[in-house]
C-alpha cells in the first residue's frame, strides 16, 4: 500500500469492483480498501440478476451461476398462484465466487486491493475530500487521493463523513433474513415470490433455488413496519411452515435500501456508488446489476478528472446516472408508493383476476392494469405516476 | 440507553443505514455506539432484522452518563 493514490475504492462489492475495474482501465492509479478478511464474504443477498443485466460486465459462467431461471410465480396471500410470462433468463448466482471475479477483473487492470482494512473516516480541506484513514494491521493510517468512491454498501458511512446526508427512512429501509436452506423441494427454474401481511408487510418473500435441492429463502419486512414483528421472526415462521425438513446452510441478516438515489452522488474529491448512492431498484429491491452500472460510469469518470485535473468534471456522474437509471428509479419509487397501499384483499382479487386470463395474456403488464382496476383508488395515484 | 446483544449480531449495516446520528460504529468483527452522540430515537432497534437491540429502564438510565 503507497500513501496516495488517484482514485481510492471504498468497499470491495460489486459497485465498488466495478469502478475500480473502469478506473484502472482508463488509466487511473487504484486501491480498493475492504473491511472484510475475504472478498465476496458474508454474502447478504438472494443472488438473482437477468442475463442481459450482466453480460455487460462479465459472462456468465457455471463457476458462479447457480440456477437458470425461466420462470416466476407470484403467489397472493390466499394462496393463488400467478405465473407472469416473461421474456428471457435469469441467474441465481454464486457471490462468493462471483464478486471474487469482479475483483478479480479490477486487479488485472491493475486495481490494487487490500482487505481487512477498515476506513474510519475521510479527510477534508475546505470542502474537498482528499483521503481516508483506515485501520489497518493494528494501525491507522492516512491516505491520499484525488477522488475517493464510496461503495461501502447500506451501512455507507463515507457520503456522511464528508457532509452529505445519505441516512436512509425507515419507511425506505428493508429489514431483511435470509437463509440458505438444503434438502428443501423447489423448482429448478423457478424464482418464487410470496406477497402478503402475513409473509412480509411492506415487502415480499422469496424463494430463489440455487441448485441440488438447495435455495435462497428470504424476506425483507419494511424497517417501519417491522417494529412488533422482526423480520428474522417471519422468516422462522415460514420455514417451520412450508420447509419444516431443511437444514439451514446459511442464515443472514442484511438491510436494502429501497430509496430514491441520493440527490447528489458527487461532492468535489466524492463519488457515491451502490448501495450507498441508494441506487437498488426501490420496487424490486436488486442493486447487483444496477451498482455495476454505476461502479462503470464512476469509474471512468474519475480516471477523466484525474487525467485532465478538472474537478468540475465530477459532476459528469451525477448527470449520467441521472440520465439513465436515475429517471426509471424515480419512477420506480412512486410505483413502490402505489404497491405499498395494497392490502391483503386487494392482492387476493389481482391475483384471482389474474389467474382467470388465458396464459398467454399473463403479463407484468396485465398484473399492473388489473391491479388498477381492481383498486380504483389507485387510478388517480397511477395517473399521477405517469403524468408527472 | 441501549444494551446490545452483541452474540445476536450478523454486522450486517441496516441500523448503520438508519441511524440519523451516524454513531454506530461496524468493523469487519465488532458492533458498537458512540453513546455519547446516541439519541435513543430507537430507529435501529425496530430496523435490526435480528433484535440485537434493547432499550432498558430509559428514564431511568438517561441521566447515567455511557
Ligand atoms: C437479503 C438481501 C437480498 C438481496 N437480494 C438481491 C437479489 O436477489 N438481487 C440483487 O440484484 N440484489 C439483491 N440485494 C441487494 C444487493 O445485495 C446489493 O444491492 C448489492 O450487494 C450492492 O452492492 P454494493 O457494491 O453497493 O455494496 P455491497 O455489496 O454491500 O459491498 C459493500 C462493501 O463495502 C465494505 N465496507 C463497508 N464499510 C466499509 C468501511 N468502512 N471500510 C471498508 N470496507 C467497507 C463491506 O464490507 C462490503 O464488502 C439483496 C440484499 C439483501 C440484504
Ligand atoms: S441491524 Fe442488527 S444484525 Fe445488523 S448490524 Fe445492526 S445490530 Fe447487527
Ligand atoms: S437509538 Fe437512534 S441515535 Fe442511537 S444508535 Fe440507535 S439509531 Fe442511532
Known sequence: ?388 | MIKIHEDKCDLCGCCVGVCPENCIDLTESRISIEHELCTDCRKCEWACPFEVFEFKNQKATLKVPA
Open chain 1, 1 to 388: 500500500m503507497k500513501d496516495s493514490y488517484d482514485v481510492i475504492v471504498v468497499g470491495g462489492g460489486p459497485a465498488g469492483s466495478t469502478a475500480a475495474r473502469f478506473a484502472a482501465m482508463e488509466g487511473a492509479d487504484v486501491l480498493v480498501l475492504e473491511k472484510d478478511r475475504e472478498i465476496g464474504v458474508p454474502v447478504r443477498c438472494g443472488e438473482a440478476v437477468d442475463h442481459e443485466g450482466i453480460i455487460e460486465f462479465i459472462q456468465p459462467d457455471k463457476k458462479f451461476v447457480a440456477a437458470e431461471i425461466r420462470n416466476f410465480k407470484l403467489v397472493a396471500p390466499d394462496g393463488t398462484v400467478v405465473k407472469p410470462n416473461i421474456e428471457g433468463v435469469g441467474y441465481v448466482l454464486d457471490r462468493r465466487v462471483f464478486d471474487y471475479e469482479l475483483a478479480r477483473l479490477a486487479a488485472d487492470q491493475g486495481a490494487e486491493i487490500v482487505t481487512k482494512a477498515y476506513v474510519d473516516g475521510v479527510t477534508r480541506t475546505d470542502g474537498r475530500v482528499e483521503g481516508v484513514s483506515v485501520q489497518y494491521k493494528g494501525e491507522r493510517i492516512l491516505l491520499k487521493s484525488k477522488i475517493v468512491i464510496g461503495a461501502d454498501g447500506v451501512e455507507s458511512r463515507v457520503g456522511r463523513w464528508a457532509g452529505l446526508n445519505t441516512t436512509v427512512s425507515m419507511h425506505d429501509m428493508e429489514s431483511a433474513a435470509q437463509v440458505t436452506a438444503a434438502n428443501v423441494d423447489v423448482e429448478d427454474d423457478t424464482c418464487f415470490f410470496y406477497f402478503g401481511e402475513k409473509y412480509a408487510p411492506g415487502g415480499y418473500l422469496w424463494v430463489f433455488p440455487k441448485g441440488n435441492r438447495t435455495a435462497n429463502i428470504g424476506l425483507a419486512v419494511a424497517a417501519d413496519q417491522s417494529r412488533k414483528k422482526h423480520a428474522l421472526k417471519f422468516l422462522e415462521e415460514f420455514m417451520e411452515t412450508n420447509y419444516p425438513d431443511a437444514s439451514v446452510l446459511s442464515k443472514l441478516a442484511g438491510g436494502v435500501p429501497c430509496a430514491e438515489t441520493l440527490e447528489e452522488v458527487t461532492m468535489p474529491g466524492l463519488m457515491l456508488v451502490g448501495d450507498a448512492a441508494h441506487q437498488v431498484n426501490p420496487v424490486s429491491g436488486g442493486g447487483i446489476i444496477s451498482g455495476m452500472i454505476a461502479g462503470k460510469m464512476a469509474g471512468k469518470v474519475a480516471a477523466e478528472v484525474v487525467k485532465k485535473d478538472d474537478m468540475s468534471l465530477i459532476r459528469k456522474y451525477d448527470q449520467e446516472w441521472q440520465k439513465s437509471l436515475g429517471i426509471r428509479h424515480h419512477r420506480y419509487y412512486k410505483i413502490k408508493k402505489v404497491i405499498y397501499k395494497f392490502r391483503d384483499s386487494d392482492l387476493n382479487s389481482i391475483a384471482a383476476a389474474m389467474s382467470k386470463l388465458p396464459e398467454a395474456q399473463q403479463t407484468l403488464g396485465t398484473l399492473f392494469k388489473q391491479a388498477v382496476m381492481k383498486h380504483p383508488a389507485l387510478i388517480m395515484d397511477v395517473m399521477k405516476l405517469f403524468f408527472s
